[in-house]
């Protein structure tokens, strides 16, 4: 998986005891050496780095470090108290900020050169509280009071492959009847949770601490997490296709091809597109949406990164960013964490050639996923697109799509060269038509400089 930071509440109020007659830094504790239990049945555990880290003020709130052994965690987990106050907010950007530390000298955000999303190291923040009254005013990760170099290029203070998972510990302070001990989940703990992809867990008892952990678990996936979000229909803009490229940019004349395989490049002839077999029929706007938004047209999903040997360490095509370098420029543009992927609901077929790898990438189960997957259109392929991307305002081409499995279990990213609608064709009359010897100082479709 990847670094797994714990961040304990150690503030007073962590001195409350439960029903049990246990104290909440107890129940923490306790919760911590059974996460680190459940995970430790994966195989893919023995790559996990554990780090420890509470509310007090630096440097006193770095208790373990990943370099650090297990018997150093535990023990430093063992003789943790509770005193000091609640401020959550600066705990967490101290939490990011630690785990950020050498990002940039590793050059793993590739500022200005695109998204590699194999370019990650993912993490997971495990925060750990009572929810007391913070004595800070606003909870949040914005990245303001970070004074981290680099940190200027990203607009928030985490990044896209780090998740925030929180245990809100609620344990009533008596013992109640037979019925479930029930509490107030907090909602700006829910959404700050949730803006990083990650899953808010209101816990009141001992059965609900264990179910929490058995789903937490679960959830520890390398991945990246995107932004989607439905285009509107006047955003489509209209490009200069060459005659012999239908509407979706496919040659006439169809292979029938099969892109669901764990291999990066297809299996058919050299250089031939594909539609996926005469079956494919575009639907165009086939599913139109509602008057009001839904949940599947703008919603945040995570995909899962699973490194294949055929493929370079970095992937093949990275995604765009959302501005056209300038070199003329001093400073590189902010970015935002998650990248804002805008997706065209007009249907269309896949378009790969042979040779020519892409990156394919399996998302998350989502709003966005279910609907695409109820359609039960398994060659419908939606263009995906980021904002900005052009090298005007006013254009923007795609640089993927997004096409369900042919049996319809899951919803798959697939990362071509940027504009592909229009560079495929190019290279395959490259190949084709020219033999790799192009006429000198020809443009595309036959017109010369």
Excluded at 29 to 56: C, G, H, W
Excluded at 74 to 95: F, H, P, V, W, Y
Excluded at 157 to 176: E, I, K, V
Aim: glycine residues 8%; aromatic residues 10%.
């Amino acid at each position: 998986m990847g670094i797994v930071l714990f961040l304990v509440d150690n503030s007073a109020s962590m001195n409350q005891r439960a029903y049990s007659g246990t104290h909440l830094l107890d129940i923490a504790k306790t919760a911590v050496e059974n996460f680190v239990k459940i995970r430790s049945r994966d195989p893919a555990s023995r790559q996990d780095r554990y780090m420890l880290v509470t509310y007090d003020s630096p440097p006193f709130c770095f208790k373990s470090g990943w370099r650090e052994s297990h018997v150093v965690f535990s023990t430093e987990l063992k003789n943790m108290i509770a005193s000091g106050l609640s401020n959550m907010s600066d705990a967490l950007q101290r939490a990011f900020d630690l785990l950020n530390l050498h990002r940039l000298q590793s050059g793993i955000d590739n500022y200005g050169q695109g998204r590699n999303p194999l370019y990650l190291e993912p993490a997971v923040v495990v925060a750990i509280t009572d929810g007391g009254r913070s004595t800070s005013e606003n909870i949040g990760i914005d990245g303001s009071s970070s004074q981290l170099c680099g940190n200027e290029l990203t607009k928030e203070g985490f990044r896209w492959d780090q998740r925030l998972f929180m245990l809100h510990l609620q344990y009533p302070g008596f013992s109640t009847s037979s019925q479930e001990p029930t509490g107030e989940s907090d909602s700006n703990l829910s959404q700050l949770c949730e803006m990083t992809g990650g899953r808010y867990y209101l816990v009141t008892s001992s059965k609900h601490l264990n179910q929490s952990l058995e789903s937490l678990v679960q959830k520890l996936q390398p991945g990246v997490v995107l932004q989607f979000e439905k285009m509107p229909a006047s955003g489509f803009i209209a490009q200069n296709i060459p005659e012999n490229i239908s509407t979706f940019g496919i040659r006439d004349s169809p292979v029938p091809m099969e892109i669901d395989s764990d291999r990066r490049t297809p299996t058919m002839d050299l250089f031939r597109y594909s539609n996926g077999g005469n079956e494919f029929t575009g639907s165009g706007e086939g599913t139109t949406a509602s008057p009001t938004t839904t949940t599947w047209e703008k919603c945040r999903g995570m995909i899962y990164v699973r490194p294949s040997k055929a493929a370079p360490p970095g992937g093949h095509w990275p995604i765009p960013e959302s501005y056209w370098p300038d070199t003329n420029a001093q400073t590189l543009v902010p970015r935002s964490v998650h990248p804002g992927i805008l997706f065209s609901c007009e249907d269309s077929p896949p378009l790969v050639i042979d040779k020519l790898p892409f990156d394919k990438y399996e998302l998350e189960a989502s709003p966005l996923t279910r609907h695409i997957l109820e359609r039960k259109l398994p060659q419908a392929c939606w263009k995906v697109f980021i904002a900005g991307s052009g090298k005007t305002a006013d254009s923007v081409y795609p640089f993927g799509y997004l096409k369900p499995s042919s049996n319809l279990q899951c919803v798959n990213l697939l990362v071509m060269p940027y504009n592909y609608v229009i560079a495929l064709p190019l290279l395959d009359d490259l190949v084709q038509k020219y033999k790799m010897k192009p006429a000198r100082g020809r443009k595309p479709n036959g017109k010369n400089d």
